[in-house]
C-alpha cells in the first residue's frame, strides 16, 4: 500500500530542512577558510601507487582506501538516521485508541509540533560534518619549492659484534646517546662511528642523506632526505643487538643502499660504507654489489674502523661494577673494500681514531660534485575542527530542542 501523499510531502520538507542546516553550517568554515578549501587534500583519500610500490607503500594505500571506505559507508548511513528519527518514529510512538477521532484531529495544533521533526534534522546534518572531518581535510599554508645544490649520500653502518671493540676516543668528546655511560666507560667502535656521523649530518646543508644499518641482514633505517634532525635523532638511538650481530653482510648492505638510489636524480650520488669487518654473509656478493653500484652511477666510498689488530672489547663487569676487558682480534679486509671504491671510482679509507674517522667523512665530500635538485617545503593545516566545531554546536542545539521544545510523554 502506497503512503499517503502528505507522508512524501513530510519527507520532502525533512530531507531540504537537512540540506538548508548543513549549508548554514558551512558558513562559518567557509568564511574562516574560503580558499583553503578549494584545494584541501584529504588525509583518507588513498593516492596513487607507483609503478614499483614498496610493501609499506601498499600496506598504507590499503589502510587509508579502507578508511575512506568507511567514510563512504559512514555518509550513506546518515539519511537512515534521520529518516529513523523523523518519519521512522511514528511507528515507534504510543498510540491510544479511542471511539471518536474528529475532535482531535479538528482540534488546535501548538507550533511546536511543528519542530517534532527538527532533533532528526539538526543530527543529520551533524552527522555529515563529523564524517566529512573523520576525513581529515588539509591544507597546504605554504609552498616553496627552491632549487637547492646537493649531493645524495647515503651511510651504510656496520652493527656486527666486532662494533662493540674500544676505539680510541675521549669518552668526554662524545655525544651523549639514549643509554648513559657510566665513569669508567671507554668509547667503543660504534660510539664513536654515532658520534662522527651525527656532526656529519648536522654540517651539511643542502645534501639529501639516507641511512642503512646491517650486521648479519641490511635494513633501511632511513631513506634519502633533507630533515637532518630526524636522521640525526634516528643515529643517536642506534644500539647494539637492535639486530643479529654474528655476521657481516657487507654486499646485501651496498645493495639496499644501492637500490634506495635507483630513483634519485642526482648527478653525485654516494654510498658510505662505515666497517670494521670481513664480508661473510649475506645474498648479494661484496664485489656484485660494487658492480650493481658502477651500473647505477653510485660511488661507494669505504671506510675501514681498525687496522686489524688487537683490541680490548668489554667481556662484563667485577665484583664492583668496573667493566672487564678481553683482548681480542677481528678479522678485517682492506683489499675488498680498496677493491668496491676503486671499481666505483670512488676512494678507500683506515681510521684508527676519532679524528681519523671525521677526516675521511670530510674528505669523501671533497671527492664529490654537486647537482641540482628541487627541495619543497610546505606547511600543512589541519581543517577538520573547522567541520568538528559546527557538528558539536548542531549536537548541542538537538538536545536544546528535545529539552525545552519537543519533549514526548511518556
Not at 502506497?2 to 538548508?20: D, F, I, K, M
Request: aromatic share 6%.
Amino acid at each position: 500500500m502506497r503512503p499517503p501523499p502528505a507522508r512524501w510531502v513530510r519527507a520532502t520538507l525533512v530531507g531540504l530542512s537537512t540540506v538548508a542546516a548543513l549549508a548554514l553550517a558551512c558558513v562559518w568554515p567557509a568564511l574562516a577558510r574560503g580558499e583553503a578549501w578549494r584545494s584541501a587534500q584529504w588525509a583518507a583519500w588513498p593516492g596513487p601507487l607507483g609503478a614499483h610500490p614498496s610493501t609499506a607503500d601498499a600496506l598504507s594505500w590499503v589502510l587509508r582506501a579502507g578508511g575512506f571506505l568507511a567514510l563512504g559507508a559512514g555518509l550513506l548511513v546518515v539519511p537512515l538516521i534521520v529518516w529513523r528519527m523523523t518519519l521512522g518514529a511514528d511507528s515507534r510512538v504510543p498510540r491510544l485508541g479511542v471511539p471518536a477521532i474528529a475532535p482531535i484531529v479538528l482540534g488546535p495544533r501548538g507550533w511546536r509540533a511543528s519542530l517534532r521533526d527538527a532533533p532528526g534534522v539538526l543530527r543529520g546534518a551533524a552527522l555529515v560534518l563529523a564524517v566529512l572531518a573523520l576525513g581529515r581535510p588539509q591544507s597546504v599554508l605554504r609552498g616553496e619549492t627552491n632549487e637547492e645544490s646537493g649531493i645524495d649520500i647515503i651511510l651504510v653502518l656496520d652493527l656486527s659484534g666486532s662494533m662493540s671493540a674500544v676505539m680510541d676516543a675521549p669518552a668526554e668528546d662524545l655525544a651523549r646517546g639514549p643509554g648513559e655511560r657510566g665513569p669508567h666507560h671507554r668509547p667503543t667502535r660504534i660510539d664513536v662511528a654515532k658520534d662522527v656521523l651525527i656532526d656529519f649530518v648536522r654540517r651539511r646543508k643542502t645534501d639529501r642523506i639516507g641511512v642503512v644499518v646491517f650486521a648479519k641482514q641490511a635494513f633501511v633505517l632511513s631513506p634519502p632526505t633533507l630533515d637532518y634532525a630526524l636522521i640525526a635523532s634516528l643515529v643517536s638511538k642506534i644500539e647494539l643487538g637492535v639486530i643479529d650481530s654474528s655476521k657481516t653482510a657487507i654486499g646485501d648492505a651496498v645493495g639496499t643502499a644501492v637500490a634506495r638510489m635507483r630513483r634519485s636524480n642526482a648527478r653525485s650520488k654516494a654510498v658510505v660504507l662505515l666497517t670494521d669487518g670481513d664480508s661473510n654473509e649475506g645474498v648479494i656478493a661484496p664485489e656484485y654489489a660494487a658492480h650493481l653500484a658502477q651500473t647505477e652511477g653510485v660511488r661507494v666510498y669505504t671506510v675501514q674502523i681498525g687496522n686489524g689488530d688487537d683490541v680490548d672489547v668489554q667481556t662484563g663487569t667485577d665484583l664492583f661494577g668496573q667493566p672487564v676487558y678481553a683482548r681480542k682480534r677481528f678479522p678485517v679486509n682492506p683489499e675488498l673494500l680498496r677493491k668496491m671504491a676503486h671499481e666505483t671510482d670512488a676512494e678507500a679509507f683506515i681510521a684508527t681514531d676519532k679524528n681519523g674517522l671525521k677526516n675521511s667523512m670530510h674528505s669523501i665530500l671533497d671527492h664529490l660534485e654537486k647537482t641540482k635538485f628541487e627541495a619543497q617545503a610546505a606547511t600543512m593545516e589541519d581543517l577538520f575542527p573547522f567541520l568538528l566545531v559546527p557538528a558539536v554546536v548542531l549536537l548541542a542545539l538537538e538536545a536544546l530542542v528535545r529539552l525545552l521544545l519537543v519533549r514526548r510523554f511518556p
